[in-house]
Structures are given as C-alpha cells and as structure tokens.
C-alpha cells in the first residue's frame, strides 16, 4: 500500500503505512502540520495546534521497533477543547477559562497509550452550548465544503479537522447531537457510543446530567472501531476493528421518519433523499427493510431539556470567572435558575420510561435509521450572535439525534451521498442498549460498497471563505 499523498488516507491505512516502515511518523505528522498551516488560517478548526511537541513525540515514536508498534502508532489526533490535555488549558470556547490541565483527561491518556499523537485541541462554542462553532473568545470555524456555512458544533472544530487531513481522527462529545451533526454536514462517519462507554474523566464541567459522551469522527467506519478499540470500556472480546469482519448474514432494519414531539422538526425532501439513497444501499446488500414509529412520548423533549439547561448551568457556574462568559451563555444560565431541583430530578427519574416507549420499536427489528436534520446546512452569516431564547429556538437542527442522549443508547451518523448542490447529506443509524458493533457492522457494509469521499476529493478546497 503506497500513496503520494497519505493524507488522503483514512487513519487505518496510514497505521498499516507506518508499520510496514513505508511512511515515517514524522513524515506524517509533518504532512498534518504542513494542512494545518495551509487551511487553518481560513477554516479555523484549531484553538491550539501543540506542533513542538507533536513533532517530538513522532520522534520518539519512530525509535519503536516494528514488532512493538501499537494500533494507532503515529496517527495524529485531534482534542475537542472541552477535554484535558496536560499542559494546556480547557477552554471551552470561552474566555471564562482556569488554569492549565494538570494531567490528561482518561480519553487522552488511553490514546497516547495506543500510541497516538496528540496534535492540538479543536474550536467550540463556549461551553459547548450550540450546534454551531462559534465564540467571541476563539471566532468561528467554517465548513469546508463551504467556508460560508458552518460545519455545526459542537464538535465543529474537531469535525472541519478531519474532513481536511488536518487530523487523522478526532475526538469529540455530544450532548445532544454534537458528534452526530458536524460529522453529517462535513461527510464524516461520527457515532456517539453508548453513554459511559468512554469514561469522562477530564471533561470540562459536568455531563449534563447524563446527556455527554465522548466519540469519535472519522473518515472510515473502521477507524471509528480502532478508536473505540483503543479508549471503550466493555468492548466485544474480540474488539470493535476485529467485529466488522463477520456481520451476521441479514440485518431488519427499521425507518423511522417521524420526529421527536414538539421539536418543531419535519422530514423534507432533502432528509427524504438521504434515506432513500442508503435504503436502496441496504436492498442491494439484502437486508430487510421495513417502516416503524418510534413512540417517544410527549416528554422525551422536555426531559432532555431540562437536563440540558441545568448542565449549562452547572457549567457557567464552574467557570473560573463567570464575568468573562458571554452575555448569551449567562443569560441561558439564568432561564436555567428558574427550573427548581425537583423538576431536575423527575427528568432524570423519568428516563427509564422514555427508553421503554422507544425501545419498543426494536421489537421486530436490530437497527433503526431515521433522519438526522430537516435544514439545509446553515449560512454562517444567519447564525445568531447573541440571545438565548433564539439560539433554543433554532437548536432543534438535529431534533432526531437528542432523544438517544436523553436514554444513552448509540447513535451514529452515516453519509449518505450528496445533494444537488454537492453538499454532503447524512441519515442516522440507531442501536439496541450496548449494540454499538451492529452499527459499525452496518455502516462499514455501507462505506464498502458506495465509499465516502476522501480528504483529497472534497470539494471545497479551491472555494475561498466569504
């Protein structure tokens, strides 16, 4: 396996290069730095880029004998900056920040172990709070298939870096969709694992009372399993990478169109085009198909926002010097004061029913795919610089992603072609309790028979940023 340009190779790939001693670590972590300083300047995906250390890291890295060599030996790794790195401080798209990180976070510390380079920390909202990437502390990253559309957050930075060879694979967290969304508008594959399977340790705040997980995005569905490979508690015996090789012979699969609720969200002919296109994918691989409805009640909606106001709430409050936060942040904080602790605690008690009423749908069927957003991916110039109630309002982008935050179950979201005006489109694949494997099963068939574009094919690149 050769290739002139390795950054138009997903990580998996660059791993095997690496081994064979076809391609160096410092050759690739060089190439990576060499993107960053060439695309960074306009898509801004990076608050810091730890280039010093990552080239002396590569160093050390190339010393190690082949046979010694770790799976993800060399791969150069993003940080969503809501995550601990030692050294470095957690900003969290905000100038509210604290001291710098005395150790790494458990997420970071385990791919270091797997050998990894660490090559910087991404851009977020402050406090991680919207579906865009965007602060007055750190600016605004943009889409790179189109510098004048967002890329969605809050997992923005994170997701621009990889769909630009600016890192191999990135580590991100969602909340509410904050994986899922930036991986559909940037072509990515992002799952967000089943909650707890990646354990938090090191992230900045709370967990929004349950509602965060970390997980990755990725070019390849298999560079997703070694990344869990690498981090996951409560992996298969044989590992997520080693699973994709025997899926079983036929999935049922579920497609469930209709939204959460009062999410205000509806299917349009773009989500309807995105799910035909995988549809026909998964007939030609013969699986079975059939239409369910997910019965998420009335208060599926409600409970998650609860929890997800009292996080952010939680979390401005934690801030190392509230004065420095933005007026829009402080004012969510505050609608969140109004909501009393009892009406916290019912949401958080009230899960096991919400999960029972949607579980119910898995009755006849092992995954289910529903939309993942209605809109067309958001002009940057319409996104909202301030007001909280208007941020909630237009929150709702990737209204089917939030209810399996709400019950902690894995969700991914796979590219699912492009659209007329050859941005990407994306449907979201939905799994039983702890079944992450049937979706990277699912999903690596997928990518196998109709392959997503690579760094060097996107786009954008010869588009210049509004």
Known sequence: MTSDDPLALDATAQAQLIRSGQLSVRE?????????????????????????????????????????????????????????IAGQITACGSKA???????????????????????????????????????????????????AT????????SAVAVATGMASMALGSDGGGSVRYPAALTGLFGIKPQRDRIPLDGHHGGAWHGLIAYGPLTRSVRDAAA????????????????????????????????????????????????????ANLLRDLGHQLSTVRIDYGRGALWNSTVRYLKGAQHDADQAADPNQLEPRTRRLAGLARLIPPRTL???????????????????????????????PVPEIDNLPESGALRSLRISNVSAWSIPWNTIGQPAASI???????????AVQLCGRPNDELAILQLAHQLQTIAPWPTPSSRPSRGRDAR
Do not use: C
Request: glycine fraction near 10%; aromatic fraction near 6%.
């Open 97 to 147: 920040f604290g001291a710098s990180a005395t150790s790494d976070a458990a997420v970071v510390g385990r791919l270091r172990t797997a050998g990894a380079v660490i090559i910087g920390k991404t851009n977020v909202p402050e406090l991680t709070l919207w579906p865009w990437t965007s602060s007055h502390a750190w600016g605004t990253t943009r889409n790179p298939w189109n510098p």
């Open 150 to 157: 967002t890329p969605g957050g809050s997992s923005g930075g």
């Open 28 to 84: 690739l972590v060089a190439a990576t730095l060499a993107a960053i300083d060439r695309l960074d300047p306009t898509l801004n995906a990076y608050r810091v880029v730890m280039a010093e250390q990552a080239l002396d890291d590569a160093e050390k890295l190339d010393q190690v004998r082949p046979e010694a060599r770790l799976p993800l030996h060399g791969i150069p790794i993003a940080i969503k900056d809501d995550t601990d």
């Open 415 to 425: 590219p699912a072609g492009t659209g007329t005006t050859g941005e990407p489109r």
């Open 345 to 375: 605690n019912r949401a958080r008690q009230g899960e096991g029913v919400i999960a029972e009423r949607i579980n119910k749908a898995f009755a006849d069927v092992d995954l289910i795919i529903t939309p993942i957003t209605f809109k």
């Open 227 to 278: 990344f869990l490979d690498a981090t996951a508690d409560g992996a298969p015996p044989n590992g997520y990478l080693q699973g994709l090789d025997s899926p079983p012979g036929s999935f049922r699969i579920g497609i469930a169109l209709d939204p959460p609720p009062g999410s205000g969200a509806h299917v349009t002919d773009r989500a309807n085009e995105a799910i035909d296109h995988v």
